[in-house]
Each structure stands twice: as C-alpha cells, then as structure tokens.
C-alpha cells in the first residue's frame, strides 16, 4: 500500500504535464494515456525492494552522478568476458580500473546477420542467448549495485529489426502491425520525404526507404535495409517502447542511453531531424522515469557540436536527457591530434564552457562507433582549411598514408567523389603504438605512449563524466581478423571491437611495458580528479592563450584552489606563454612551476595547482 501511495504521488507531480502533452501528440488520445498509466503503475509495482531503496536514495540526492569520482567504461559484453555472467566475474578488474559506470554495448536480441553490431533490435524483452538471459542481466546489475557501480544499456528507440515481431507481422500484411512503421504503396510519398530528408549512409546504404518485393510495398529505414523506422504518430509505439524501457530498470540498469533520439519523428517537408515533437517525447520519457523509476538516467546520443545539443537538455523547469555525449569534442581532438594546432578545440572549448554548469557531457576519446569528421569548417576556413581536401588529409594521416604519420585506422563509408570517410581505430593504433611495436622502436613506443596519456589528461579535465573505451587503458591494439569473419568483413568499425586480450592485461603488472605505464598512468590521472574538489563539475573552467599553437591551456576553478592544465599536441618540445600569476605544484611531475612561460616536452600534459 505504502509504494501505491509513493506511485500516487510521484505520478501526481507530473500528472498534469504528462497528460497535456501526450493528448497534445496524440489528439483524442486519452485513452490511450490512461493505458500508458496503467503500465507505468504495474511497472512501479514491479520494482524490487533493492531497487525501491536506490530510487529514494537517489531521489533524495538527485545530483548523485555528477561527482569528480565518477568514470565511465564502455564494453561489448562477448568482447570482454564471453557472457553476462562473465562480465560478473571480471568486477574486480572493472573496479582496479576505477569504473563507477559500465556501459555494455546492445546485448538485447538481434539476428546473427544485418544486425548493426546489435542495434537492429529484433526482441526488446530478451538477451542474446549467447550472452545470457535476463535473470543474469538482473544478477549482474544487482552486483554492480553491491560495488556501488552503475550499469548503462543502450536502448534503440527509432527502429526495429525487420526480424521484430512487428515487423514480421507488418510484412505478411497485419495492418495494425505496418501502421506502427511507415508503408507505403508506392513511392510518391516516399519521395517527398526524400526531397528533403538527407542520407545517414549515402554510399552504403543510400536513400530513407526500401522496397519489400514480397509485400509488394516501401518501407522508411533511415539507417539499413533491415532496420525499420518506428512510427512515433502512432501511441501503441510510444506506449510499448516506453513499456520495454521500463522493464529494463526493473533489471536494474540504472542508466538508459537513448540511441539516435534526433530521428525518432518524421514529418513531411522537413529533414526529419530535431523536431519539436521530439522532446515532447523525451520530456514524457525523463517524467515517466521519475514516476516509476527515479533511480534511473536518461543518456542523449546526438551527434552535434555540444551549443546545438543543448536544447535536448530541457530547461532548469523541464528537464528531458539528464546527460549528453560529447560527441564533437573526441573529433576535434583526433583533428588536433593529426595538424598539431589546438585552435578549433580552444575555440569550442570556449563554447562548452559558456554553457550552464549544470549540463553534464560525457567525454570521450574513443567509443564503440567510428570517427566522423562533423568539424566547424566554416570556423576552419579562417585557418586556410577547406573541407575536402582537409578530410582527405585526416583519412591519409589516421591510415599512416601521411609522411611520417605513425597513426593506423581503417576507413569506413570511404566516399572517393567528396572525400568524406569515417575513421576507425582503436586510441592506442592512432597514437600510433600499433607500428612502434611492429617496428620494436622503442623511442616511438614511449611517445605513443606519451600522446596516449596526454589526451586522457587532456579528456579527463574537461568538465562533465570521462568514459574510458574497454582496452584503452591497456593501450589494445586494431584487432583485423574481423575481416575473415564474412558477417563482419565489410564493417571496418570491427577493428576495434575485438576481444578483449587478457593476456596484454597482466601486462600491466610489468612496469616495464607500454600496458603498465598506460594502466598506471590514466589510473592516477584517475585518482587525481576524483581526490582534487577543482575537478568537480561546479569549477568555472576557461581556456587561456598560450601563444603556442600546438599547446592548449585550461583552467578550472573551485573552492579558493586553481589549476592550470597544459597540453602539448606536437610531437617537439614547446613553451607555454602564459601569465597565470604565482607557484603551482605540477601533480604529475611533481614540480614547483611557475605559472608563465612553461616548459612542454613532447606529447606532455601538466595538471598545475595552487
């Protein structure tokens, strides 16, 4: 009786909202809202007693997420431990690397083939059965929880598999079933749409729509053939979708990554991107949680420059993501990495740091995705850099093409006519420890090495939640034998999701390999930032010009202290000119600095404080 009163009064703080605007989306739709409440209620009954205790906890100190010990891990679940239960026996290494956060790649069902590395989700209900069931999901989080670890599952809103049971449904004619996707008879529609909404993947999967031959219709898929574009118009969607979310916090996964939420509404004569009734959506879906399940966190993936992610924010008032991925940053800093000048990355420092405090982004070097080169080029061009050919440089340089270039990536969506490619690799191969090795040089070794930790430096000063990429902290290698495999050949991005190599990680425990300084070395940058309150997410953080192009300088902050950070993305030693007035301890090196014309070795970092 007591949850039902709690139920009552979180939905009663929200009620009026959430029914405004669901009829507003879906005129004459109360019914249907009243459904919606129903689900919510069974769902909050649902609840365990462990997880009812989390959510009043967190409800209590709803900035639970947001401290200066917070780091994040992202991980395929088979790469890392084979299983679920696998990820559960390999805890104590997740928590040795300082993990508060663990992001597992989609494990949710999809077919073995033309499966998106899992993102054409065909059962929202079940795990893949190699990975296990969902009673291991729950035992795995439920541990988690005991190590106070949070756990992150990414949740595709925008599309199915075309082997979902709806889809399957749709296909043999169901009408209700293809009412819940876009179909169509021919393809006048369809080419209005195209008339204005633009290609995710031009050269590998052109076009919005696909023709089913044995339907004998179109269907909208934005993204492959085999993935098919949810149709948000229609509240069974929203309702369902919400439903399976939900159950998945009733699992225990405390943080819910929206996949690819800019594209979830579509409308004619529009780009189908970033419309109004899209934060309708996450507006509903951030109260829902905090009606049923308020223990848990929405993560925003829109892949913009961080000024025009903000509105998926909401306001102070009306909050939807209560966090977003940093998505521009981690390419302008591979940009930075290949010309050696720190101007566009000061330049957009600039813009982040101008935003509210309260914002939370989660930084990152590399991902579980490919690099795209979505830079400010219009910004670039007062550096003489025009797009094409600045591209085809990148590619050259990340692929080891560029004299001198010790960087090895692989390309994906390599488009020849504009020169427009993505980039894959893991951070290790572009740092370019991947061909020192091969070539056993090992003064290349260490200032591979020395790049990787200055950029993890440089990652985990920026303010808002560093997320490390599995094996970046034992500088993994490209892994290319996903090229024998033919459901992976075409897909470069494999490359650096190969399986975790045990054996490269203890390693680590040999202070004379590249994987103990690495190990070591971004575990006290780690322990630094979570020890030092000027790393916390209330600093005023600012860049400062250092007259030195290939060297950036940051400066937060907070309670009376003050750091200076220092960043050398040559490979040749620099000076700092700066004029920070006094003496400051360098935490990395250990030495007493003062805060002007500082000196800056190859690939260094400093973290000065007074």
Known sequence: MERETVFKRRLGRHYDELKWLYCELYEGGIGKFE???????????????????????????????????????????????????????????????????????????????????GYAVSDFTKVKENLGTMEDLRDLAEECHRRKISLCLDFVMNHTSEEHEWARRARA????????????????????????????????????????????????????????????????????????????????????????????????????????????????????????????????????????????????????????????????????????????????????????????????????????????????????????????????????????????????NDDPTSGDARLCGTTASLCGLEAAMAEGNEEEIRRAVDCDLMLHACMMTLSGIPMLYSGDEIGQLNDYSYRQDPAKAADSRYVHRGAFRWEDAELRKNPETAQSRLFAGIGRLQELRKKKPVFSGGASVRTAETWDPSILCLVREYGGKKLVALFNFSGKPGTAWIDEPGTYEDLLSGERIEGKNVAMPPYGARWMLR
């Not at 689900?39 to 649902?46: G, N, P, T, V």
């Not at 070097?365 to 600045?390: N, S, T």
């Open 35 to 117: 459904e919606l409440c129903t689900r919510m209620e069974k769902r909050s009954r649902e609840r365990s007693a462990g997880l009812k205790r989390l959510d009043k906890r967190r409800e209590e100190r709803p900035d639970w997420y947001k401290g200066n010990d917070m780091v994040g891990m992202m991980m395929y679940t088979d790469a890392f431990a084979g299983t679920l239960k696998g990820v559960k026996e390999r805890l104590d290494y997740v928590e040795e690397c300082g993990v508060r956060c663990l992001h597992l790649m989609p494990l949710l069902d999809s077919p073995k083939v033309n499966n998106d590395g």
């Open 173 to 412: 004619g169901e009408k209700e079933y293809q009412d819940r996707y876009f179909f169509f008879d021919n393809f006048d529609i369809p080419a209005q749409y195209e008339a204005t909404c633009p290609q995710v993947f031009p050269t590998t999967a052109p076009g919005n729509f696909t023709w089913l031959e044995d339907a004998k219709k179109f269907v909208m898929t934005t993204f492959y053939p085999y993935q098919w574009d949810l149709n948000y118009r229609n509240p069974d969607v929203f309702n369902t979708m919400v439903d399976y979310l939900l159950n998945l916090a009733n699992h225990g996964v405390d943080v819910v990554r929206i996949d690819a939420v800019p594209y979830i509404w579509k409308e004619l004569g529009t780009s189908c991107r970033n419309l109004p009734q899209v934060h309708t959506i996450v507006r509903m879906m951030r109260m829902i949680c905090e009606v049923v399940c308020p223990a848990v966190l929405l993560l925003g993936e829109v892949v913009m420059e961080p000024a025009k992610v903000v509105p998926y924010f909401g306001t102070v008032e009306k909050p939807e993501c209560h966090m977003l991925y940093n998505v521009t940053t981690m390419a302008s800093i591979w940009h930075t990495v290949a010309t050696g000048k720190v101007s566009l990355l000061k330049h957009q420092m600039d813009v982040i740091n101008g935003l509210p405090r309260e914002y939370v982004f989660l930084n990152y070097l590399r991902c579980h995705d490919d690099i795209g080169w979505g830079l400010e080029y219009a910004w670039l061009r007062k550096e003489e850099m025009e797009e094409v050919p600045h591209k085809r440089f990148l590619s050259d340089y990340f692929t080891g093409k560029w004299p001198d270039s010790m960087a090895r990536g692989e390309l994906y």
